[in-house]
């Protein structure tokens, strides 16, 4: 017999190992090129959920209450049971283990203290993958260990190495505790494909314009397009919570066409190229709660696909709350962009600190006339910002393409109140091309100082600053022009 919250029998176990044997890792063996035909379906029922068009802060408690957590049984399957050992390779251990527990009807998957070396993962509906104190998944920095599958690289979806932990078409799925998610990224294995990397990124990016069957955009073992850490696809009801995650061979927690989504807690240092914190792409209903972001690109950045190929899947990220987070080392606190052909709205940022020599902006908006796309209804309030590089409002629609192209950037209904700053170069970096649309922007109650340079403003529509203060760094002296009679 096993300790009560494990499997109780030795009967048990191997009539569990048996049926996990003949599961397949990475799904159901269903041909590739159905994985379009899936994605459009799901984008179909993710727009029907959607429609919601957040006017302010009154909006934010009825969007909170969309956004649940999953719980699970009280039901664990500790890794050791299956032959996890901290002196070998645990993946089929793992993979046991969570199979197992998907049979059963759900509960947590138990990782102890010590540190298990591990490929990728795939987690399964009603699985909960619990790091417990002192424990470390250290995962494989060999490309060959990771399959080539359906994923979604920078907007555009294609067939590439899976992520070091994914799952697809699963609804109730967490991974918490407090242990720690190790990439083992380094310049001496993932991160140095940086270097290397522009022509499989250029191919996909024009196989996308061409509007290429995603099953024919093949890369994976032997191309240089990095797989994500953390990527749910067409999942819901998520919880990642608590866990602290390092060294990323790219974009950290990067769920895609997925809805009610809770990052709560986690701790990212990875300041690896690209290494993003959190970008839930083309996600309804996200809570990003009490979090640390120490990242080598932007903290949190909101995405909904890139060009024509965002256009095509058409499913925008709307109902998102970051509060009470940290900000860090990154290009930007909260970003939404580049990759926002399929529209971003309704987002609410409040309660958060940003504060470090390293961080560029604070709030940053990043598309031009290739991607296309509304960005709008983003609300900021009670954020206190330290220093930052550039500007505290970053409007950047010249990013990268800039105005090659015949789509319209859309920024609007953009609302900052009450947030601090002690030193920037500027309050504002609002650059745009001409058809292109900034307006309804509003400062309210906020004060900016140590205010290095003039403001840099490119727009047509209107801002607003309403018991503003935007104080230089070196003050002016004043000297009376009055003569004494």
């Not at 970003?335 to 399929?342: K, M, N, Y």
């Not at 290095?452 to 529509?461: D, H, L």
């Not at 760094?473 to 022009?481: F, G, H, Q, W, Y």
């Amino acid at each position: 017999m096993h300790d009560s919250n494990g499997i109780r029998s030795r009967r048990e176990f191997l009539k569990l190992a048996a049926l996990v044997s003949s599961t397949s890792l990475f799904g159901t063996g269903m041909p590739t090129a159905s994985f379009a035909s899936i994605a459009e379906t799901t984008g179909a029922r993710l727009r029907a959920t959607s429609g919601i068009t957040a006017r302010g802060w009154q909006d934010y408690p009825a969007i909170l209450a969309r956004i649940g957590a999953p719980t699970f049984p009280i039901r664990d399957f500790p890794i050791m049971q299956f032959g996890a050992t901290t002196d070998g390779d645990s993946t089929s251990a793992l993979t046991m283990a969570i199979s197992a527990c998907h049979a059963a009807g759900g509960g947590r998957v138990m990782v102890p203290a010590g540190n298990f070396s591990t490929g990728p993962i795939v987690l399964k509906s009603n699985v909960n993958l619990h790091l417990m104190a002192g424990a470390t998944l250290k995962f494989s920095t060999d490309p060959a260990k990771y399959p080539t599958v359906f994923t979604r690289w920078e907007g555009i979806e294609c067939m590439n190495y899976a992520a070091l932990i994914s799952a697809t078409d699963a609804d109730n799925i967490a991974i918490t505790g407090e242990g720690t998610l190790d990439g083992q990224a380094s310049d001496r294995n993932w991160w140095q494909w940086k270097k290397t990397q522009l022509p499989d990124q250029k191919r996909l990016i024009g196989m996308g314009e061409q509007g290429v069957p995603v099953a024919e955009r093949v890369f994976g073992n032997g191309h240089l397009l990095r797989p994500n850490f953390i990527q749910p696809m067409r999942c819901r009801n998520i919880l990642i919570e608590g866990i602290h995650i390092k060294d990323s061979p790219m974009w950290e927690i990067h769920p895609v066409l997925s809805s009610n989504i809770t990052v709560r807690g986690v701790k990212i240092d990875s300041h690896g190229p690209n290494n993003d914190g959190c970008n839930p792409e083309s996600c309804h209903d996200v809570l990003i709660e009490n979090c640390e972001f120490d990242t080598g690109d932007d903290c949190i950045a909101i995405k909904s696909g890139k060009n024509n190929d965002g256009r095509r899947v058409n499913v925008a990220s709307e109902n998102i709350i970051v509060r009470n987070c940290r900000m860090k080392d990154g290009h930007g606190g909260v970003v939404l962009g580049s990759e926002c052909s399929g529209h971003i709205r309704n987002v609410f940022i409040e309660n958060c600190d940003m504060d470090s020599p390293e961080l560029d902006r604070a709030l940053r908006f990043k598309n031009n006339a290739a991607r296309g796309g509304i960005l709008e209804n983003v609300f900021m309030r009670n954020v206190k910002i330290g220093r930052v590089r550039e500007a505290v409002l970053t409007i950047d629609l010249l990013y990268e393409e800039g105005a090659r192209g015949s789509h319209a950037a859309i920024v609007r209904n953009v609302e900052i109140e009450n947030v601090t700053s002690v030193a920037s170069p500027r309050v504002m970096y609002i650059v745009a091309y001409p058809g292109a649309i900034i307006d309804q922007i509003k400062f309210i109650n906020c004060a900016f100082r140590g205010v290095e340079s003039t403001e840099v403003i490119a727009t047509s529509g209107s801002i607003e600053l309403r018991n503003v203060v935007i104080e230089p760094r070196i003050k002016p002296t004043s000297k009376s022009t009055r003569t004494a009679l």
